[in-house]
């Protein structure tokens, strides 16, 4: 994207009231961030190993983890950086970067958890016809589709937020570049703007929220005609998972983007809990109640832990 103002880079401050904490911060942070990327490498390395598991629905989880350890990392590595006493500087263009893959993860995240929905339901009302819906072609496609609007909508944003000029102040009152902090820099009438960018930003996950809402109305409905309790529970343990990752991945989102007044500290907490505490929750709550999933994380285990002993 080409610049068009007169700054070159910016200072990113950090969160908010957080002064004389950094070294407690960079550890906290820090911890936080190997857990998060640990529990998602685990998750992938479980999914691909066991044949068990090559099915649609772990076919979208592995996709998930993918994105889970990439989006925390938009972020964390610069705050750790400058949390350690490195410089708070972010160029232009790595300002720009941060802001358009932190919307293109997130927002594909979010169409991939109403991907994800939509598994849930075809496998829980159409059971037998499940695996000719949800083949491999169709599963390719929905992924693709999930990362093409995401960019599409990172895109459109990115654009919205820096065809301003910036020609000072230049520092970023947070922690990283993001939409409504960029837009009280800008040397210009952002209220058009901020209203398009609101609309944007609350509609996509709107929509989003309402699809996966229809796909669990209909899977309550199915799994309460089932006769028998065993077959409830079972159904039921399927979506609890992926109905508790939505809510934590929602609830940021509405308290950031959708709020008429914002709250720097609010929001600096907020984020975190959505770029670092939700990805690395993923992980546990996919795994502590799933069989499958924890018995083939046990041999990738093992097998991380014994072998290279044996050898």
Not at 49 to 55: A, F
Not at 181 to 194: F, H, P, R, Y
Request: net charge positive; aromatic share 14%; glycine share 4%.
């Amino acid at each position: 994207m080409r610049n068009v103002s007169g700054v070159t880079e910016f200072i990113l401050l950090g969160i908010p009231h957080t002064e004389g904490l950094e070294t407690m911060l960079f550890v906290f942070f820090l911890s936080f961030y190997i857990f998060t990327l640990m529990g998602n490498l685990l998750i992938l390395l479980a999914i691909v190993s066991s044949t068990r598991l090559h099915t649609p629905m772990y076919f979208f989880l592995c996709k998930l983890s993918v994105f889970d350890i990439f989006f925390p990392s938009v972020s964390s590595p610069k705050m750790l950086f400058y949390l350690s006493g490195n410089s708070r500087t972010i160029s232009y263009a790595g300002c720009v970067s941060q802001l358009f893959f932190y919307h293109f993860l997130g927002c594909t995240e979010c169409f991939l958890y109403t991907v994800m929905a939509y598994d849930r339901f075809v496998a829980i009302c159409y059971p037998l016809r499940y695996t000719i819906i949800m083949s491999h072609r169709v599963c390719t496609i929905l992924a693709m589709g999930t990362s093409f609007f995401g960019c599409i909508q990172a895109t459109f944003l990115t654009t919205l937020t820096f065809q301003l000029p910036y020609c000072g102040p230049n520092e970023v009152d947070y922690y990283f570049c993001d939409i409504p902090v960029m837009l009280k820099l800008a040397c210009a009438d952002t209220s058009a703007l901020e209203m398009v960018g609101f609309i944007s930003v609350g509609l996509m996950p709107l929509s989003c929220f309402l699809l996966i809402l229809t796909s669990y109305s209909r899977i309550v409905c199915s799994i309460l005609q089932i006769r028998s309790a065993e077959g409830r529970r079972h159904a039921f343990s399927t979506c609890s998972a992926h109905l508790t990752a939505i809510l934590l991945f929602y609830m940021p989102v509405v308290l950031i983007y959708l709020r008429p007044t914002p709250s720097p500290w609010l929001d600096a907490t907020v984020q975190i809990l959505n770029n670092l505490v939700t990805p690395m929750l993923n992980p546990l709550i996919y795994s502590l109640r799933n069989k499958e999933v924890k018995s083939s994380l046990r041999k990738v285990l093992y097998q991380l832990v014994f072998l290279p002993e044996q050898l």
